[in-house]
């Protein structure tokens, strides 16, 4: 496996930049061991080299990306237990959007480098996961933007301007690095062909859609990994 360009590795690699610049820039309130927190993400530099340049096949993937993974446990336990939940409820009124930017960082950069071993024995082609989602509310954040709640085995909320959604709908969403509006903090985004498609599919399972479905899953990773 050619793991030096894999959009998977290279999507990690990129996840990794901005959960270290998050993790040392982002003045959270609360107990945590920022210290700990930052000498653990420098230390995952040297494992996700090592994945990049071991061109390993499916059958060794699980070994190389191992240390990975431990690293983001450990990441978990120096932000201490409830930790976004934490942060955003000691977060003044006039910061909760930043607070809420800085926790989707963390939280889509840790789950992207902690599952990397998951895309790249499914031989991913899009660098992020696409999932089967429930659609459990939706509400307004303007005329033309609805906010959804979405069910994927953990619920996240997706902002979109496809005004037929509706509570109930199966749908494949995409976890993309974060994006605000109005206020209101993006975690993902519904794939379509014209408008946003309804499927089958086991909630929180690997969406099956046609390629033309992941027209802009891809422009928005080709611009994360630009940027």
């Known amino acids: 496996m050619d793991t030096h360009n894999n959009i998977n590795v290279l999507v990690a690699e990129k996840a990794l930049e901005i959960l270290k610049k998050t ?14 927190a930052i000498q653990i993400t420098d230390s995952m530099k040297a494992d996700v080299m090592a994945i990049k340049f071991s061109y390993a096949e499916n059958d060794s993937i699980s070994e190389i990306t191992s240390p990975l993974k431990e690293k983001i446990s450990r990441l978990q336990s120096a932000l201490g237990e409830g930790w ?3 942060f955003l409820s000691n ?14 960082k963390i939280i889509f950069s840790m ?7 998951r895309r790249l024995k499914q031989d991913n082609k899009y660098g992020v996961d696409t ?12 005329d033309s933007l609805l906010i959804c709640n979405v069910d994927i085995k953990r619920a996240i909320t997706v902002l979109t301007n496809d005004l037929s959604i509706r509570e109930g709908d199966i749908v494949a969403v995409s976890i993309l690095p974060p994006k605000e509006f109005y206020g209101h903090v993006s975690e993902g985004m519904f794939c379509g062909i014209n408008g946003v498609l309804r499927i089958q ?3 929180g399972s690997k969406a099956k859609i046609p390629i033309e479905g992941y027209k802009e899953t891809m422009n928005m990773v080709q611009d994360f990994l630009k940027h």
Do not use: C, H
């Open 84 to 86: 976004s939940s934490n």
């Open 111 to 117: 789950n992207t480098l902690y599952f990397l071993d």
């Open 91 to 104: 977060s003044r009124k006039e910061n909760k959007t930043t607070t809420k930017m800085a926790i989707g």
């Open 131 to 142: 999932f089967v989602g429930k659609i459990l509310s939706v509400s307004k954040a303007s």
């Open 201 to 203: 599919g086991e909630v």
């Open 23 to 36: 993790i040392e820039s982002t003045r959270f309130e609360g107990v945590w061991k920022k210290k700990d």
